[in-house]
Antibody
């Protein structure tokens, strides 16, 4: 099974940009799947951030679209997330997941906790 | 405020049958498949049910899903202590986004 691992700074200052990388091993980002970011604020539920289909344009949560960019580097088997103008409300565990259908998240990374604080 | 509505908690004793509901609208549950995820605290979610009522390989047949109109439900029969977890429903919304329920914390008494 494909292994998914998220990485990036664990602490981001308010008004700064959150940048995370999702590295896929044992598989390829070129396969016919969607690659998504999902987050979970402490003690809260899951929130879909956005996704990218191999070779296609990204889709974003309408509530986050003005601040989020998702991109893919197929040569490195990496998916990236950039979220600008962060606030404490963006503190969450960020998950990278592969999906074989709309909202069908088959395989998840372990997640990374990102804290927004000065 | 989550797009899909779930009860915040549910409970049952070992061996019992528990049902968790998920309510949405015509643009999500009413017109697209429903998925269920199980999340043990401190771990990543795991796909439990897909396309309303299908189980991925490895998921016990004690877990079943159903959908009617704009509502869906997850049933767990023969409740076991290891079923204690948070359960989330999800669906694609016609606004081109995935939406989740707020989650239901299941306690096995």
């Amino acid at each position: 099974q494909v292994q998914i691992e998220e990485s990036g700074p664990r602490l981001v200052k308010p008004s700064g940009t959150l940048s995370l990388t999702c590295t896929v091993s044992g598989g390829s980002l070129s396969s016919t799947q969607w690659w998504s970011w999902v987050r979970q604020s402490p003690g809260k539920g899951l929130e879909w951030i956005g996704e990218m289909y191999s070779g296609g344009d990204p889709s974003y949560n309408p509530s986050l679209t003005s601040r989020v960019t998702i991109s893919v580097d197929k040569s490195k088997s990496q998916l990236s997330l950039n979220m600008s103008s962060v606030t404490a409300a963006d503190t969450a565990v960020y998950y990278c997941a592969s999906a074989s259908g709309y909202a069908k998240f088959d395989n998840w990374g372990q997640g990374v906790l990102v804290t927004v604080s000065s | 405020q989550s797009v899909l509505t779930q009860p915040p908690s549910a409970s049952g004793t070992p061996g019992q049958r528990v049902i968790i509901s998920c309510s949405g609208s015509r643009s999500n549950v009413g017109s697209n498949y429903v998925y269920w995820y199980q999340q043990v605290p401190g771990t990543a979610p795991k796909l439990l049910i897909y396309k309303n009522n299908q189980r991925p390989s490895g998921v016990p047949d004690r877990f079943s899903g159903s959908k009617s109109g704009t509502s869906a439900s997850l049933a767990i029969s023969g409740l076991r202590s290891e079923d204690e977890a948070d359960y989330y429903c999800a669906a694609w919304d016609d606004s081109r986004s995935a939406v989740f329920g707020g989650g239901t914390q299941l306690t096995v008494l």
